[in-house]
């Protein structure tokens, strides 16, 4: 019923800067949170930021200070603005979203994107 669509992954230079995005469409009512995580070979997918429906925000302590995550209501959309990208930052980078997909709030599911690649050379 929903998809979410992740994008702005790519090839960067330490200290240089992308912003992903994450759009979600299909049957949606509301959402709660949207969220990014990331995941790199060999290793357990992790929480990057995080961001619920009142605007709080959280953060790996290895971002904070250098990525932002935002969120658009009226596009469903959650961004992650990450600057002073750092060798280690390099992973699969997947959105996910707790999404209401009916009026009373009794259908609550949780979705993921399909993953966006950062690749960020030293």
């Known amino acids: 019923q929903v998809q979410l669509v992740e994008s702005g992954g790519g090839l960067v230079q330490a200290g240089g800067s992308l912003r992903l995005s994450c759009a979600a469409s299909g049957s949606i009512f509301g959402i709660n949170g949207m969220g990014w995580y990331r995941q790199a070979p060999g290793e357990q997918r992790e929480l990057v930021a995080a961001i619920i429906r009142v605007g709080i925000t959280n953060y790996a302590d290895s971002v904070k200070g250098r990525f932002t995550i935002s969120r658009d209501n009226a596009k469903n959309t959650a961004y992650l603005q990450m600057n002073s990208l750092k060798p280690e930052d390099t992973a699969v980078y997947y959105c996910?979203?707790?999404?209401?997909?009916?009026?009373?709030?009794?259908?609550?599911?949780?979705?993921w994107g399909q993953g966006t690649q950062v690749t960020v050379s030293s």
């Open positions: 996910h979203a707790n999404i209401r997909e009916d009026a009373s709030g009794t259908r609550l599911r949780n979705y």
